[in-house]
Each structure stands twice: as C-alpha cells, then as structure tokens.
C-alpha cells in the first residue's frame, strides 16, 4: 500500500464489514474472508493496521446490503 492511499470501510452483502482502498475499490483486509461483524471493529482493526498509511474515509462508504431481501 502506498503512504497516500485512503483506506475505507464498506459493508458486504453478508451483513459483515471489510476494508477497501478508496482509490482502486480492491478490498485490503476481509478478516480471511470472514469480515468483521461490526463497523466500529473493522475501523479499529483498519487504524492499528493501516494508520501510517493513509486515512480512513470515516463512515461505511460503501453499503451492499439489501435489508429488503
């Protein structure tokens, strides 16, 4: 990861949380493809991991849940 990559949170389909990288959309971290179970784990687990190396967007940019199905 470059030094001035911003790293977001998104929520999958399954409900779970994954970190991607804002510029590229290519997921970086899905707990060994698990996710994790909440927003504020994944922020937690994203900042120790990737805080010297960009910035996190704050809240989920992302959401592919439906709630509907």
């Not at 399954?14 to 290519?26: E, H, I, P």
């Amino acid at each position: 990861m470059t030094p001035h990559t911003t790293w977001g949170i998104k929520r999958e389909r399954n409900g779970r949380y994954v970190l991607y990288n804002t510029t590229s959309g290519d997921v970086m971290d899905d707990a060994q493809g698990y996710g994790f179970e909440s927003y504020y784990k994944e922020y937690n687990y994203g900042y120790n991991k990737y805080h010297n190396g960009g910035n996190c967007n704050g809240m989920p940019n992302i959401d592919e849940l439906n709630t509907l199905l």
